[in-house]
């Protein structure tokens, strides 16, 4: 069992960065691939950004190219950082764990694991 959770986020203005944080404990987290979604009020949660165990491949959305970098170090914890923040960024944003396996990417039902979220909020 691996137990996730997310923090980092906040009110920010739109043009700001913020860094989202996603620690994991249990389970043999460096065996876990990491994904970080979202969901804006009245709409489905949507795929952000991922990575695969090792570090060595990232998935982006689209909204997210260009903005968004995810990373994880050495330990137990996945970084997701935000820079030129839009008012269509605010969302709760959840971080997922994908157990060992060759199907992982950028679909929730690819992903076990899942915290309580975290909220961001950008201001226009």
């Known amino acids: 069992q691996v137990h996730v959770v997310e923090s980092g986020g906040g009110l920010v203005q739109a043009g700001g960065s913020l860094t989202l944080s996603c620690a994991a404990a249990?389970?043999?987290?460096?065996?876990?691939?990491m994904g970080w979604f979202r969901q804006a009020p009245g709409k489905e949660r949507e795929f952000v950004a991922a990575?695969?165990?090792?570090?060595?491949?990232t998935y982006y959305a689209d909204s997210a190219k260009g903005r968004f970098t995810i990373s994880r170090d050495n330990g137990n914890t996945v970084n997701l950082q935000m820079n030129s923040l839009k008012g269509e960024d605010t969302a709760m944003y959840y971080c997922?764990?994908?157990?060992?396996?060759?199907?992982?990417?950028?679909?929730?039902?690819?992903?076990?694991?899942w915290g309580q979220g975290t909220r961001v909020t950008v201001s226009s």
């Open positions: 997922a764990a994908a157990p060992p396996t060759a199907d992982w990417g950028t679909f929730g039902s690819q992903y076990d694991y």
């Open positions: 249990g389970g043999m987290f460096s065996s876990y691939s």
């Open positions: 990575i695969r165990w090792d570090g060595g491949r």
